[in-house]
Every structure is written in C-alpha cells, then in structure tokens.
C-alpha cells in the first residue's frame, strides 16, 4: 500500500484504541563537540511508526486520526551549511498531515495531551515543560495506556512495514555475503566490517545496531574490531541493515576464517543449527515463544551430552539451567521499527501483560514471552558461548561441577563463539524466514568463505 495510506491506517487504527490527544517528538540530533557537529540523527520509532519520515526537531500530534505536524522551516544559515530543506507544506503533504505548524505552536495544542519519553534527554525536557508534567521512562496514567496503545499496533507488521522490512532483510542477506567473501584476504576484524558495511551503506541504509564482527564471538555485543584474525578462527558477524525509514533486520552467522570448520567446530555449529532449524520449524500462530527457548535449550543441551560436554538427561539440565552456561541469552526478540523492537518500553512490548521476567539464570535474559501472532516478526538466534565470565565463576563452577565434563570442554577451545541468527516472520499458516537467502549449512557457509 501507499506510504500515505498506511500511515493514514495506521492513525486510524490508533484512534480506535486511544481516545486522547497524542504528541509524538522525533528528537534531535546531539552535538559530538560544536553544534552542527553532531552524532548521527535517527528519529523516534515512534514518532517515524505514525509519520514515517525521519524528521529531526519535529513533533505530530494526533487525534481521532487526524494529524498535525510541527516543525521549523529551515533558516538561511541552515540552508547555507546543510542545503536546502523541504518546505513543511510539502512535508505535511507526503505523510498526509491535515495541518502543518511552527515548532513553537506546540504549546496551543498540547493540552491533555498523552505522549512517550523519547531518549535524548534535551528533547525529554522539552517535553516535561510544555506538557508542564515530567514526561520519564516510567509511564503511567495515559502515557501508559498510550504505550499500550501503541504496543498493540506495532506488534503485528502491515504491508507497508513488511515492504521496508524485506528490503533491509535483503541487503543483510547481502552485506553476510560480502562478509564471507571478504574473509580469504582480511587480515583484521574491521576490513570484514568494512565488506559488510559497504553494502549497506551503498544501498543508502544505515546498521540498525552497531556491528559485531568478531573472532572472540564469546563477547556477547563485540563492538571492537581491532583483533587479527587466523586460521583456525571463527568468525561471528551479527550485522543488520536499517532503511531510510527505520526499519530493521537483524542476522548473524559464523564461519571459519580458513573456509573450513575444525571437527569441534563443526561439532558445535551443527548443535546450535539443530536448535536454530528446530525453533524455526516451530514457529506459527498461538505458539509461545518462550517454549521455542525452551525448545532451544533442550535442543543445545542434548547437543552437548551428545558431544560429552554435558552430562546427565537433557530435561534434567535445562531445568538446572546448565544449557545457560554455553547459551546464557534469550533464543530472539521482536524486530521491527528496532532491532529489540520497543525496548524504550521495558517489557510492555515483549511481555504478555501479568506476565513477568523470570530470576532463572536460564530465562531471566528472555525478551520476549507472549503467544505469536500473525505479522509479528521476531529473531531466532540460538548461541553456544564460552564465556570466561560464567565458566571461570566460582559460584557457577560449583553448583555445575558435576553435570559439565570440563575436561572435555577443554578439548573445545577452539569453538569460542557461535551464533545463528534469522528474522522470522509469522503468517497465518505457519511463518517465513525473511533472511532464508542467507545460507547456514555449513557446507555451504564454507565454501562462500572459500
Ligand atoms: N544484534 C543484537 C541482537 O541480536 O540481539
Ligand atoms: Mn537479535
Ligand atoms: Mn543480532
């Protein structure tokens, strides 16, 4: 559908289940050291979810379906150093507004009105003063049944939404690609960044989180590059593309710097490949997604008694927890506007109301815990880690004495980090892999690195 009736739609459907008034910030870039020296802008999900431009210093406010967008004209002194900037008219047009005004005309509108704290903390105090409340993280009264609101809309993906998010799904495909074929002549982590980044940046997206393209895959969010690599390395890459309008894909694969798996590498790869293709097989309406991590872990547990690492029944272990030593995160998350999708929510997006994270060490890291539902599009990412953290802890070392074969594990040092990560987006009938072009047998992951 049309960018313009989508957004429409969108507002509608808002509309319907929230009756207040509603103002929405994109927020506004931040200064590195002088002003127009500044970080990167993105734009509010929210704010890009109903107007769906990246504006920066723009508000809308919303009610009954309609929309008004706020928002400066840019000055001469801005035309002179970024160009000129479009008319707002013609803003209010493309995204179908009903009335466009200054910036400062926000404070006639705002009454009563409900809205949700956007990150930068200079835009949050704006907010606090003209809604003449403190606008925080911790929502309450119609904030919060604002949040919920919005929850309810951005869970499940209309086709505009889905448009976006198979394009950046596809250029992720392509960018690990690039990877793979980058990997023969890197001599460092950062020149494979630079293959996959290259793609993405060509295509005019940016990374919807910071890459983590690493040989010390054990370091859950890597975000350094600077390591040689060898042969004998594995190499993990979890890098995503986002799209002008914000949307996102979020992969990961890992491949052997020689082209080629050692015996415990592959080993190991094929397991958590069993507990990646065995959740994806799940996938479909009404399934709990904490059963697919639960399914994960069963999965990853019986993998590695098969292997010798672990020992005793498979059951007996993940209700232990002893599957959280080597996969200590949750098996995915919702994506959408956001790798992560509506964090800057807590848990509201992630957690079917009344229900709350675990304190097991084997959920407690479980982002999301509801049903699924057609047009949700969530990760699957199992993992085997050896992280020193855990395994060096002398609580953990203690109470899993007996059911890890440490010995053993030694044998496996070479295998620091693996993960296998697809966005998967559940239909009516069952679901989709949006990222099934990128191949995870490791057949074929050695020969495109070869
Ligand atoms: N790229 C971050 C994650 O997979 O959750
Ligand atoms: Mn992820
Ligand atoms: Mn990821």
Redesign the pocket.
């Known amino acids: 559908m049309h960018l313009q009736g989508s957004l429409r739609q969108r507002r509608q459907k808002l509309a319907q289940l929230f009756k207040h008034p509603v103002v929405l910030w994109s927020g506004s870039s931040c200064s590195r050291n002088f002003r127009s020296n500044t970080f990167p802008f993105r734009a509010s999900s929210h704010f890009l979810y109903f107007a769906g431009l990246p504006l920066e210093q723009a508000a809308i406010r919303m009610e009954a379906g309609s929309l008004e967008l706020f928002m400066d004209e840019g000055t001469p002194s801005s035309a002179l150093w970024h160009g000129e900037t479009p008319k707002r008219k013609d803003l209010a047009e493309v995204i179908g507004a009903n009335a466009d005004f200054p910036l400062l005309d926000l404070s006639k509108r705002i009454q009563d009105a409900a809205t949700i704290a956007v990150q930068s903390e200079s835009v949050r105090q704006q907010q606090s003063q003209l809604l003449n409340r403190t606008v925080s993280e911790t929502r309450s009264g119609l904030d919060l049944e604002l949040a919920s609101a919005i929850v309810a809309l951005r869970l499940t993906h209309d086709q505009s939404a889905l448009e976006e998010l198979r394009l950046a799904a596809q250029v992720t495909v392509t960018a690990h690609l690039a990877g793979m074929a980058a990997t023969p002549t890197a001599q460092r982590e950062s020149e494979i960044r630079a293959a996959m980044e290259r793609v993405i940046i060509a295509e005019d997206m940016s990374c919807s989180?910071q890459s983590?393209v690493t040989v010390h895959g054990e370091v859950l969010?890597n975000n350094h590059y600077q390591h040689p690599i060898h042969t004998g390395d594995l190499l993990l890459a979890?890098v995503?593309a986002e799209t002008p309008t914000g949307w996102a894909a979020?992969v990961?694969r890992t491949w052997p710097v020689s082209g080629q798996f050692s015996a415990t590498q592959r080993a190991v790869y094929d397991v958590v490949l069993a507990a990646h293709d065995a959740c994806i097989a799940k996938v479909a309406p009404s399934v709990e997604y904490q059963d697919l991590h639960l399914l994960a872990a069963q999965v990853i547990a019986e993998g590695l008694v098969d292997l010798g690492i672990l020992q005793g029944k498979p059951e007996d272990l993940v209700a232990m927890d002893a599957h959280a030593l080597f996969f200590p995160h949750g098996v995915g998350?919702l994506l959408g506007l956001d790798?992560?999708d509506m964090e800057d929510l807590g848990d509201l997006a992630g957690y079917e109301p009344g229900r709350f994270r675990s304190e097991r060490f084997g959920l407690c890291y479980l982002r999301l815990n509801r049903p699924l539902r057609p047009g949700m599009l969530v990760?699957i990412?199992p993992g085997f880690y050896q992280v020193p953290a855990l395994l060096q802890d002398p609580a953990r070392r203690a109470k899993y004495q007996k059911v890890v074969n440490w010995e053993r594990l030694e044998t496996f040092a070479d295998v620091r980090g693996i993960r296998i990560?697809d966005d998967v987006l559940v239909t009516e009938s069952g679901h989709e892999v949006l990222t099934e072009a990128l191949p995870v047998k490791p057949e074929i992951i050695e020969q495109r690195v070869g």
Do not use: A, N, Q, S
């Open positions: 989180y983590i969010h979890d995503g979020d990961t998350h790798v992560h990760t990412e990560e």
